[in-house]
């Protein structure tokens, strides 16, 4: 039996966290462990219930969302966080994304495209709505780099097989989806994924593709949907 994906939601509108819930539970792979109203009970609840992944509206009353995904980030990092917003701003989402969201949902495209973020953050993937996924990318190549010095020195001290899952990384493929294509398993994955980022002083998915694609190694294109 496949384990379920526990999830908390965190919306001010209790008529919306339903409306979520909802679709959500609809899906077999899924289960709504916790729902709260702000960031302070998010917080808690975060701490407490150690979710496999957070669905977070930008809009809360005490602080925002970028702010809860900046503070879940800190205290459980593995945690996938999905921001649903009304919002569909680029400024709005490229920071969702620097404060360490890997998944973007517009709320009046919940009820469609809700599932499909899911499934994709869940596998480790990075997930946009299609009519911004292209713009958000552009946009994060464009703000300014934190500790991260694009050069050529830094790429060629990776191993070829780093270099290679890298590349796949960057292209927006999963673990899995990398372990498969090198037909290695998706601890070893990880492990060049790690020696990765610490060989290259990058923090997550969004600064290993900004880096990649600085250095012409993928298409943004690839990033359509």
Same mark, same amino acid.
């Given at each position: ?18 409306g979520l819930k909802a679709i959500i539970e609809r899906d077999l792979r899924f289960v709504v462990v916790g729902e709260a109203g702000d960031v302070r ?31 879940? #980030? ?23 994304? #620097? ?127």
């Open positions: 039996m496949i384990k379920k994906k526990n999830i908390l939601i965190v919306d001010d509108h209790p008529l919306f966290r339903e009970e998010g917080l808690r609840m975060a701490s407490e219930l150690k979710p496999d992944m957070i669905v977070v509206d930008i809009s809360l009353p005490d602080k925002s969302g970028i702010e809860l995904t900046r503070e879940i #980030q800190t205290l459980l990092p593995e945690t996938r966080i999905m921001i649903i917003s009304m919002h569909s701003k680029i400024d709005y989402i490229a920071e969702a994304f #620097q404060a360490g969201a890997t998944g973007y949902v517009v709320k009046e495209s919940a009820s469609e495209r809700l599932i499909k973020g899911l499934e994709s953050v869940s596998n480790g993937d990075y997930f946009l709505d299609s009519s911004i996924s292209h713009e958000v990318v552009e946009k994060l190549m464009k703000f300014p780099t934190r500790r991260m010095g694009i050069t050529d020195a830094g790429y060629g001290s990776l191993t070829s097989r780093e270099q290679e899952v890298m590349r796949l990384l960057a292209e927006g493929l999963s673990t899995k989806g990398v372990a498969e294509k090198l037909f290695i398993s998706p601890k070893t994955v990880e492990n060049h994924r790690s020696n990765i980022m610490k060989k290259l002083g990058l923090h997550g998915t969004v600064e290993l593709v900004r880096y990649a694609a600085k250095l012409g190694l993928i298409d943004l294109d690839l990033w359509k949907d």
